[in-house]
Nanobody, 126 residues
Framework: QVQLVESGGGWVQAGDSLRLSCTASERTFSSYGMGWFRQAPGKEREFVAAISISGGRTYYADSVKGRFAISRDNYKNTVYLQMNSLKPEDTAVYYC???????????????????WGQGTQVTVSS
């Protein structure tokens, strides 16, 4: 059973930065693309960013492009989400997820991911 554990969430003010981490329990981490999603209260879970197996390709939702950066360290089985210039509308629970083996790297729907972390809360105050 694959386990994904997120960390790094918290409460910050608008304009601040946070870095989220997601560590996988599996040794095959480096064989899968990874993604970050978020879910605000009363809203559906939405795509934030995705990264290819090697880390050479990244994709972002328009709402975070230029402010967030996804990266990975395959030696540490960890994927990161650096979040800069945070806005109150970024407030949500953030989830990392593993892409299905047959999913393209640019996978922005939840059905393209098969394992999910428990989520970490990010709250941005104005």
């Amino acid at each position: 059973q694959v386990q994904l554990v997120e960390s790094g969430g918290g409460w910050v003010q608008a304009g601040d930065s946070l870095r989220l981490s997601c560590t996988a329990s599996e040794r095959t981490f480096s064989s899968y693309g990874m993604g970050w999603f978020r879910q605000a209260p009363g809203k559906e879970r939405e795509f934030v960013a995705a990264i290819s197996i090697s880390g050479g390709r990244t994709y972002y939702a328009d709402s975070v492009k230029g402010r967030f950066a996804i990266s990975r360290d395959n030696y540490k089985n960890t994927v990161y989400l650096q979040m800069n210039s945070l806005k109150p509308e970024d407030t949500a629970v953030y989830y990392c997820a593993r892409q299905r083996s047959d999913s393209p790297t640019y996978s922005y729907t939840t059905g393209r991911y098969d394992y999910w972390g428990q989520g970490t809360q990010v709250t941005v105050s104005s």
